[in-house]
Structure formats: structure tokens, C-alpha cells
């Protein structure tokens, strides 16, 4: 029964914020390393950025970088995504996956959030 809930997305100005949530059930959230991905129209899905479980190591892609801030609350099972100076290039599906540690071909995946960056 793992669930990985997506919300916060929406439409937004270019330049504007968003932050996104994903509610965690069903599996070990706090040993798992947490990801953001996202997807555009006829686009590859791609990696948005990633954090890990020990430490809270984070990783983002270079677009991303300097502009979202990935972070995590254990003892809520919640992963965040915040989101600033958004551009019209970041509009996508976004979503939230988890790889359990342990589990090297274990990965869950979210239903995904829209956020539209349109003036």
C-alpha cells in the first residue's frame, strides 16, 4: 500500500513561486533517497533533483539549479519542492519517486502534479 501523493501544483506567472509537496505512506520513508522528476509534453522525463537519506544530501540538474530547493521532513513521511523564478520552460507534470534503500530495483512513483508557468 505505498502511496506517494503529489500536491501544490498549479498555474503561475513567469518569475513567480510554487512549493510542492509529496505525502509518503507505506514503506520506510526516512531511509529512502527522495527525488523530484518532471515531464513536458513530447519531453523525456528528467531528473529535477534528489536528496538523500543520510545527511540530506541534495543533487539538482543544472537548469534547476540556484532556483529550486529540494528538503524533506522525516517525521511528517514529506518531501518538498520549492519553487522560485519559475519560467515558462518548467512547465511540466511533476513528480514524486522514492528508492528505498536496501532495494536496488525498487523504485515508487507518484501520480504527478501539473504546474503551468503561463502570463
Known amino acids: 500500500q505505498v502511496q506517494l501523493v503529489e500536491s501544490g501544483g498549479g498555474l503561475v506567472q513567469p518569475g513567480g513561486s510554487l512549493r510542492l509537496s509529496c505525502a509518503a505512506s507505506?514503506?520506510?520513508?526516512?531511509?529512502?533517497?527522495m527525488s523530484w522528476y518532471r515531464q513536458a509534453p513530447g519531453k523525456e522525463r528528467e531528473l529535477v533533483a534528489s536528496?538523500?537519506?543520510?545527511?540530506?544530501?541534495?543533487n539538482y540538474a543544472d537548469s534547476m539549479k540556484g532556483r529550486f530547493t529540494i528538503s524533506r521532513d522525516n517525521a511528517k513521511n514529506t518531501l518538498y519542492l520549492q519553487m522560485d523564478r519559475l519560467k515558462p520552460e518548467d512547465t511540466a507534470v511533476y513528480y514524486c519517486?522514492?528508492?528505498?534503500?536496501?532495494?536496488?530495483?525498487?523504485?515508487?512513483w507518484g501520480q504527478g502534479t501539473q504546474v503551468t508557468v503561463s502570463s
Open positions: 507505506g514503506f520506510t520513508f526516512s531511509t529512502s533517497v
Open positions: 536528496i538523500t537519506s543520510v545527511g540530506s544530501s541534495t
Open positions: 519517486h522514492a528508492r528505498p534503500r536496501g532495494f536496488v530495483d525498487l523504485a515508487y
